[in-house]
């Protein structure tokens, strides 16, 4: 009777957990995909009618007709926030971006459950122990990269959710073959793209699962017939969703022409021609130096998983693939295998790329923590080596964002007027903050630029004026530091200030790190857990380190 409320628990805790800490940056709006996306969703205005909301010429709900040229998200999140809010009567700045991480959390509670009703599946068919599911629900809910999305208003919840759902569907119709399954999993797949592209990826799992069971079938001439009818179906029924709730995706409001925007494709191919060594583009310098594979697989393991998780997630998947010999595991283990290769052979291998990955590898780490035969105390022990990490990582959630903590510390002891240097690829500081008069003089240095005598005469030139140099991040010196063959002079300036050989003394530092949970329940100092050597992403939005140095 107990097992009917123990998923209710599971995801009661895990939105608590998302929710927690909700406007972890005190509405200084310290996201940039967050801060852009609030921007275009405060701009939108809701359509008089249903053709003119189908209309991408004309629609105010394209971003592309309110001022937002460069967009290459879809719009299914941004209009589904939008609604809301107008509904809500929370459509500003502030509430926009809150109802947006709320909405977030939704969707990755979302993830949970069918996390739960796929291993169900796996439970029907393929016997599974009954725990399984309730245990991989729980270690997806404490995966710490989860946690850390949904708290933002991104888009990447949402794909992952429709990704996720598609799969569930498409499994579900190889199992069972009723046309509902294939039509929802079709629904999935349209809002999927229409919140993400990339939500194509899971588009050969359906066309496997759209095979039947005894694949010799398919050699027949009339089963390959059906096939093809029930691809084009699903096809279909993805494609009318798709236009529905994405329609600026298309060049024009009629269903019967499916030429894409040719904005959107131009938009795309900007993005990856930024994704490239050979281009100067500030947020791809971090990826220069990094390792294939190695790089996105430490990341994924020690910071997105957990180093315990990650453990248990392959030797369950060991497992599942030698004991249970079936075509939708092993497409599945292939499937995830395949895409965490594709993606680590790209030149940016940012974390949330991966995000669809989780819910596997928290089955796969389930199923092995299960089945494994050892006595309860160990099996507590490894629970609790599970939970150090993400409890540790809330920390950052239970303290005033490091950057709004700077920011106090400068309006006391930082005087008015003072200039401050700061780097142009980052947020300035100090942020606003109430009953604060202070100005400041902010001078930007172009930190990202080429190493030119023209770069440099424009750097001196502001260091000569400034009386503070102010890091809100490692963005600059972290990125810019692991090229010095690209920035000779730049990265010998960053090690010379940070060993005060110049005129500038590091006079404080502020971090948010991830710390155990006896020390910040308690309110005493203990051991942190400095987490800044991760992808930049990982730190830089919601926990960065500040560093304010004072000229001599």
């Known amino acids: 009777m107990f097992h009917k409320y123990i998923l209710v628990c599971i995801l009661l805790f895990a939105f608590i957990i998302r929710v927690y800490g909700i406007n972890w940056d005190q509405n200084q709006h310290l996201h940039p995909d967050e801060r852009f996306l609030t921007m275009v969703v405060g701009a939108q205005k809701i359509p008089p009618s249903l053709s003119v909301y189908l209309d991408t010429a004309h629609s105010k709900l394209n971003p592309n007709n309110i001022g937002f040229s460069f967009y290459v998200y879809g719009m299914f999140p941004l209009v589904l926030i939008k609604y809301l809010v107008v509904f809500l009567r929370l459509d500003d700045y502030n509430n926009i971006t809150l109802v947006g991480r709320a909405i977030s959390a939704l969707f990755d509670c979302g993830i949970i459950f069918f996390i739960y009703a796929l291993t169900l599946q796996f439970e029907k068919h393929l016997q599974f122990d009954f725990r399984i599911k309730y245990v991989a629900a729980f270690l997806y809910s404490v995966m710490v990269l989860p946690i850390q999305q949904a708290h933002f208003f991104t888009v990447d919840t949402f794909v992952t959710f429709f990704m996720l759902g598609t799969t569930y569907f498409a499994l579900r119709y190889y199992y069972d073959r009723k046309l509902w399954n294939l039509i929802v999993c079709g629904i999935f797949l349209g809002l999927g793209v229409a919140s993400k592209i990339n939500a194509i990826y899971v588009i050969p799992i359906v066309l496997a699962f759209l095979l039947p069971q005894n694949k010799k079938e398919l050699l027949r001439a009339e089963n390959l017939f059906h096939y093809i009818l029930k691809v084009l179906f699903f096809t279909f029924v993805s494609y009318i969703f798709l236009r529905f709730f994405d329609p600026y995706l298309f060049q024009s409001n009629n269903f019967f022409i499916p030429t894409i925007n040719p904005l959107f494709l131009k938009n795309i191919l900007e993005l990856q021609a930024l994704s490239n060594p050979t281009v100067w583009f500030p947020p791809g310098v971090q990826w220069i130096t990094k390792t294939k594979i190695l790089f996105p697989l430490i990341n994924l393991a020690v910071f997105g998983v957990g180093i315990v998780t990650f453990i248990l997630a392959i030797f369950g998947a060991k497992?599942?693939?030698?004991?249970?010999?079936?075509?939708?595991?092993?497409?599945?283990?292939?499937?995830?295998?395949?895409?965490?290769?594709?993606?680590?052979?790209?030149?940016?291998?940012?974390?949330?790329?991966?995000?669809?990955?989780?819910?596997?590898?928290?089955?796969?780490?389930?199923?092995?923590?299960?089945?494994?035969?050892?006595?309860?105390?160990?099996?507590?022990?490894?629970?609790?080596?599970?939970?150090?990490?993400?409890?540790?990582?809330?920390?950052?959630?239970?303290?005033?964002?490091?950057?709004?903590?700077?920011?106090?510390?400068?309006?006391?002891?930082?005087?008015?007027?003072?200039?401050?240097?700061?780097?142009?690829?980052?947020?300035?500081?100090?942020?606003?903050?109430?009953?604060?008069?202070?100005?400041?003089?902010?001078?930007?240095?172009?930190?990202?630029?080429?190493?030119?005598?023209?770069?440099?005469?424009?750097?001196?030139?502001?260091?000569?004026?400034?009386?503070?140099?102010?890091?809100?991040?490692?963005?600059?010196?972290?990125?810019?530091?692991?090229?010095?063959?690209?920035?000779?002079?730049?990265?010998?300036?960053?090690?010379?200030?940070?060993?005060?050989?110049?005129?500038?003394?590091?006079?404080?530092?502020?971090?948010?790190?991830?710390?155990?949970?006896?020390?910040?329940?308690?309110?005493?100092?203990?051991?942190?857990?400095?987490?800044?050597?991760?992808?930049?992403?990982?730190?830089?939005?919601?926990?960065?380190?500040?560093?304010?140095?004072?000229?001599?």
């Open 319 to 552: 497992d599942l693939l030698n004991k249970h010999r079936k075509f939708e595991v092993w497409l599945l283990g292939l499937w995830v295998l395949g895409i965490f290769v594709y993606l680590s052979m790209q030149f940016t291998m940012t974390m949330r790329y991966y995000y669809i990955l989780y819910p596997f590898l928290a089955i796969s780490a389930g199923y092995f923590l299960t089945t494994l035969v050892i006595p309860n105390l160990f099996r507590n022990l490894i629970i609790t080596l599970v939970l150090l990490w993400p409890l540790s990582f809330m920390a950052i959630y239970t303290r005033p964002h490091s950057r709004v903590t700077a920011s106090e510390w400068m309006y006391q002891n930082i005087p008015n007027g003072a200039v401050l240097a700061q780097e142009h690829w980052d947020d300035s500081l100090p942020v606003p903050l109430p009953n604060q008069n202070k100005t400041y003089n902010t001078v930007q240095m172009g930190v990202f630029g080429q190493d030119t005598p023209e770069k440099w005469i424009e750097i001196n030139k502001t260091l000569a004026t400034a009386d503070y140099i102010i890091f809100t991040s490692n963005r600059g010196y972290g990125s810019i530091g692991s090229v010095p063959e690209r920035f000779p002079v730049m990265s010998k300036f960053y090690t010379d200030l940070f060993a005060e050989k110049l005129q500038f003394k590091k006079i404080k530092e502020f971090t948010s790190y991830p710390t155990l949970p006896s020390c910040y329940m308690l309110h005493v100092a203990c051991f942190m857990f400095d987490d800044q050597w991760s992808e930049e992403a990982f730190t830089v939005y919601d926990h960065p380190r500040v560093t304010i140095f004072k000229k001599l």
